[in-house]
């Protein structure tokens, strides 16, 4: 009765209101589908570290030793990422020609160029690639010798190469000692070895103040030079051609040394402008003054505000030493003026010149300079080129603009701390809002980020045992957060920032007095095999995963990689399944794991830990 009285008080919905409530209720629904999709599959962004906190964020997961994530991939979002159809395939090794292939800077090709860029990056097309296969390692191979012990000395099986023990033998750069390589710390330009050389620099050049922190050595032999200046806290990148001089690149990382295969040919040094503090040079046997200056033009580029080059070798000192050259005394007088004469049209200041070593200051700005060339008319200002790019860009005879400054002793772009407060101090390039998207209280906020994330890493890897890790890529570096969270470990940071990269951040990188390089990771890296104790990915698979197959990249990590080495992947769970799935098709060991961000969090990491299976792999 109550229900019959109730009914005849509501009004009868016409056929249009029926019509207009289905068609909103079906959109709500399509909009509730789409949301859901959108969330499950979200990869992070390729900055990833930009992000700034939630108000309330959720406590940091704590992983019990059961932590791993065992589960089949139930999201929308990994139908989306096709897997190979020889994806369940293990990839072989290859042949015993291969342990020592470097891809990109293989002889076969370096005849077929000019003289000039023969030894630049000349890497093999898609089509002229060989078919997949894992870069064997050398017949007795073993893990490397532990830092510090690996300054002195390493094992020779794993760099069996004897050219410079004989090549170089009465300069004491390497020679072996039973099984190992023993580096006694000398060099063409420091007959009296390194620590006198070193001493000799430090007269003239601040080394000890924290004033120079980052350094770059042209032609590092087997790093004598690099590794001296650690007891200064002084970071350099080493860098060497593969040449006559065999393996001294591969040398150097063994010893547990940043170093970097490269040379000076027609295209930039994969650097941004202004980024060492000090440029070395000891009997690189550059001509520095021939292409109209380009070479000393690029060191300018890369040189920071107030930056040494130091010169030692021919010309210099070349009265005394032109009969040992076996150069005229005409000739290397000729060269010496032509590379005073290039310094004084580049601004630089000439500081001193004592016996084997000269030295020259870079101006802290171009007030008076911009006057001098306008005078002079002989060397003009780059006007159409951008400073900070490097990537297969060429070398123009052109001088680098520094920033403006209003006063003459300002330093342009902005002035340092000095190290090690540089590391933590905002960058100027980041306070003077010149990186589109990073403000200070992102920068601030990144190092937070990345304290948590290592953190939480040392659930699975004990990152302060020297004798596992020492030699550490980042892949994806974004701010070198990651870099700077290790700052209290024995390590050194490779930090790498793709070209495909949504921010260029290497300048920043290198304003806290850190080291890295661009690069395509498409494309082969510049280093031998076996240099690396630990990769670690942040998204990198987001950023190419439209551009070439992930088991490419894989497999350019897995030559890179020790044999005992370890990964950190950490990526959207979707691509995180398929990169466990290829993964294992290279026989490492490897599980999934939940980040700092807990189990309901959309990003994972695949740890890799291959010291578990050390002698399991070919021999």
């Given at each position: ?26 959109l709500?629904?399509?909009?509730y ?11 992070p962004?390729p ?10 964020p959720?406590p ?20 989306a ?5 020889d ?7 290859c042949?015993t020609?291969f ?12 005849r077929?160029?000019?003289h000039?860029?023969?030894?630049e ?7 002229d ?6 870069v ?10 532990p ?10 099986a ?8 004989v ?8 020679r ?5 390589l023993?580096?006694?710390g ?7 070895g ?9 007269k ?5 103040t924290?004033e ?8 590092c032999g087997v ?5 001296h200046?650690?007891d200064?806290n002084?970071?350099?990148?080493s860098?060497?051609?593969?040449d006559?001089?065999e393996?001294?690149?591969q040398?150097?990382?063994e010893?547990g040394l ?6 000076l ?12 503090d000090?440029v ?6 550059i001509?520095?003054?021939s ?22 070798g021919?010309p ?10 076996e150069?005229?005394?005409e000739?290397l007088e000729?060269?010496q ?11 630089w200041?000439k500081?001193?010149?004592?016996a ?37 860009d ?5 001088l ?9 002793h300002?330093?342009?772009?902005g ?5 090690p407060?540089?590391?933590n101090?905002v ?21 937070q980020?990345?304290?948590?994330r ?6 699975y890897f004990?990152l302060g ?6 030699n ?9 957060g ?20 949504s921010i260029?951040?290497l300048d920043?990188?290198y304003?806290r ?5 661009y ?11 076996r240099?690396?104790d630990?990769?670690h ?20 990590m ?10 950190i992947?950490?990526?959207h769970?979707?691509?995180?399944v ?8 290279l ?28 002698n399991?792999?070919?021999?």
């Amino acid at each position: 009765m109550l229900g019959g009285i109730y009914s005849s008080l509501l009004p009868s919905p016409s056929a249009k209101t029926l019509a207009i409530a289905s068609v909103a209720s079906l959109l709500c629904i399509l909009s509730y589908l789409l949301g859901a999709h959108r969330f499950s599959f979200s990869p992070p962004s390729p900055f990833s570290s930009t992000r700034l906190p939630c108000p309330n964020p959720p406590p940091v997961y704590t992983p019990s030793s059961s932590a791993s994530l065992e589960f089949l991939p139930r999201h929308s979002a990994a139908d989306a990422i096709p897997l190979p159809a020889d994806s369940l395939s293990a990839i072989p090794f290859c042949s015993t020609n291969f342990t020592h292939y470097c891809p990109c800077q293989d002889p076969n090709r370096e005849r077929l160029v000019r003289h000039f860029s023969r030894l630049e990056r000349h890497c093999p097309s898609p089509a002229d690639r060989p078919s997949r296969c894992r870069v064997p390692h050398p017949h007795g191979y073993r893990a490397p010798v532990p830092w510090p012990d690996s300054r002195r000395s390493v094992w020779f099986a794993n760099v069996p190469f004897k050219t410079l023990t004989v090549a170089k033998a009465d300069q004491n750069w390497v020679r072996i000692e039973g099984d190992k390589l023993v580096f006694p710390g000398g060099g063409t330009s420091f007959p009296h070895g390194v620590e006198w050389y070193v001493g000799k620099i430090s007269k003239v050049v601040p080394l000890r103040t924290g004033e120079v922190r980052t350094v770059l050595d042209i032609g590092c032999g087997v790093a004598s030079f690099g590794n001296h200046l650690l007891d200064y806290n002084v970071l350099t990148m080493s860098v060497a051609p593969r040449d006559v001089h065999e393996a001294q690149v591969q040398f150097a990382l063994e010893r547990g040394l940043p170093a970097m295969l490269g040379v000076l040919g027609i295209f930039r040094l994969p650097y941004p402008s202004r980024s060492f503090d000090m440029v070395h040079c000891a009997r690189c046997l550059i001509k520095w003054a021939s292409r109209e200056g380009l070479y000393l033009l690029e060191i300018d580029r890369i040189l920071r505000p107030g930056g040494y080059w130091v010169l030692s070798g021919p010309p210099i000192n070349w009265k005394k030493m032109y009969k040992g050259w076996e150069r005229t005394a005409e000739d290397l007088e000729a060269e010496q003026i032509a590379i005073e004469d290039l310094a004084k049209r580049l601004c630089w200041k000439k500081i001193a010149e004592k016996a084997p070593i000269a030295v020259w200051r870079k101006p802290k700005n171009h007030i008076h300079c911009a006057v001098k060339l306008k005078l002079a008319k002989s060397l003009g200002f780059c006007e159409k080129s951008d400073p900070d790019t490097a990537w297969y860009d060429r070398m123009q005879v052109c001088l680098t603009r520094l920033p403006m400054v209003e006063e003459i002793h300002d330093t342009a772009g902005g002035a340092l701390a000095k190290w090690p407060k540089r590391l933590n101090v905002v960058p100027p390039r980041i306070s003077n809002n010149r990186i589109k998207g990073v403000s200070t209280e992102t920068f601030h906020a990144d190092g937070q980020i990345w304290n948590k994330r290592v953190l939480h890493y040392r659930n699975y890897f004990n990152l302060g045992l020297a004798v596992k890790y020492r030699n550490i890529m980042d892949m994806n570096a974004g701010l070198g957060g990651f870099a700077a969270a290790l700052g209290k470990y024995p390590v050194w940071v490779l930090n790498v920032v793709p070209v495909h990269a949504s921010i260029r951040t290497l300048d920043v990188i290198y304003e806290r007095g850190l080291i890295g390089t661009y690069m395509d990771w498409c494309e082969a890296f510049s280093t031998y095999p076996r240099t690396y104790d630990l990769i670690h990915a942040n998204g990198i698979f987001s950023i190419y995963m439209d551009k070439c197959e992930m088991i490419d990249i894989l497999l350019e990590m897995d030559r890179i990689l020790r044999p005992e080495g370890a990964v950190i992947i950490r990526d959207h769970v979707d691509i995180i399944v398929k990169a466990k799935n290829e993964a294992e098709r290279l026989g490492w060991q490897c599980r999934m794991v939940h980040g700092e961000g807990g189990p309901f969090h959309e990003e994972k990491l695949l740890i890799v830990d291959n010291s578990i299976k050390v002698n399991a792999t070919r021999s």
